[in-house]
């Protein structure tokens, strides 16, 4: 298992979304970014889950619904 690393995680966001990294902030949320479709949400889980050598829970990739949220979740699965 790979540790916590928030530097990763913006990356992901960033080549997933198609994003720069200074929109990436706590505020991004999945009902606000056009970037941020369903498609896009799995393929994040995907990048999430093989950068970092875990599987995320069902329950946990419905909730993640905003970046800080995410980076909640997956501090769970990384310490």
């Avoid at 990436?24 to 889980?45: E, G, I, P, R």
Wanted: charged share 30%; proline share 1%; with cysteine.
């Amino acid at each position: 298992m790979t540790l916590f690393d928030e530097g990763k995680i913006k990356n992901i966001f960033c080549e997933v979304l198609g994003l720069p990294a200074q929109e990436v902030t706590d505020t991004l949320a999945y009902n606000s970014c056009v970037q941020w479709d369903s498609l896009k949400h799995l393929q994040l889980v995907a990048m999430f889950e093989e950068t970092f050598d875990i599987e995320i829970e069902m329950d946990d990739i419905i909730a993640m619904e905003d970046y800080s949220k995410v980076k909640d979740i997956l501090h769970k699965y990384l310490v």
